[in-house]
């Protein structure tokens, strides 16, 4: 079976914390595909980062980075010195080549205080 | 480059009645997906079109929701006859290819009395 857990509902920080969403996903195919997705207040899905399963390396965009690692079927995402406009709920999500449909976690909402 | 498109944003009708939700893709992605995520619960898929032809409805939850992509362009979802757990957000997303990324556009609520 296809899943992805995202055991943090809501996180609550303070401007300028760090903060580190998690993502635990479970497949049996070999090639997948993981998604983090940003949804603001005003309720649209914005696209952040994609990667295959086949490639392990870490990303880094600005204050965003990712942790990918197959061993622990994890794909966590981190960001660093986070602002108010980082307040959002923020969906991991699974693709299978077998299958193209997303499979979304339950989100995580993250508030940042000022 | 226009996004993904959804029209109407908002909508409201009484059981019983007829919603048809509208979808307009990424110029130049064959691969279209409606998606929903009702209250409290996870974002599921409900199907697939590659181009006009449905590749997967397995998310479809029943018969009175019917998705069309004439032509290959645009997609409607209509909801025939609305029923109170139909309420809930409706996702449209497109792609260039199979496995490629998803772009979502803004949603439709859809809230029936």
């Known amino acids: 079976a296809q899943k992805v857990t995202q055991a943090q509902t809501e996180i609550s920080v303070v401007e300028k914390e760090d903060v580190t969403l998690d993502c635990v996903y479970e497949?049996?195919?070999?090639?997948?595909?993981l998604f983090w997705y940003k949804q603001p207040p005003s309720g649209e899905l914005v696209f952040l980062i994609r990667?295959?399963?086949?490639?392990?390396q870490n990303e880094i965009s600005g204050r965003y980075s990712w942790n990918f690692q197959k061993s622990t079927s994890s794909f966590n995402f981190t960001i660093t010195a986070s602002q108010v406009v980082d307040s959002a709920v923020y969906f991991c999500?699974?693709?299978?080549?077998?299958?193209?449909?997303?499979?979304f976690g339950s989100g995580t909402r993250l508030l940042v205080r000022p | 480059e226009a996004g993904v498109t959804q029209f109407p944003s908002h909508s409201v009708i009484e059981k019983g009645q007829t919603v048809t939700l509208r979808c307009d893709p990424i110029s130049g992605h064959d691969n279209l997906y409606w998606y929903r995520r009702v209250m409290g619960k996870e974002i599921k898929f409900l199907l697939h079109?590659?181009?006009?032809?449905?590749?997967?409805e397995s998310g479809m939850p029943n018969n009175r929701f019917l998705a069309e992509r004439t032509g290959g362009t645009y997609s409607t979802l209509k909801v025939q006859p609305a029923e109170l757990e139909d309420s809930g957000v409706y996702f449209c997303?497109?792609?260039?290819?199979?496995?490629?990324?998803?772009?979502f556009g803004p949603g439709t609520r859809l809230l029936v009395l």
């Open positions: 497949t049996r195919d070999t090639t997948y595909y």
């Open positions: 990667r295959n399963s086949f490639d392990e």
């Open positions: 997303a497109s792609s260039p290819g199979l496995g490629r990324t998803q772009y």
């Open positions: 999500a699974l693709c299978m080549d077998s299958s193209y449909k997303l499979i």
């Open positions: 079109f590659v181009k006009e032809s449905k590749q997967d």
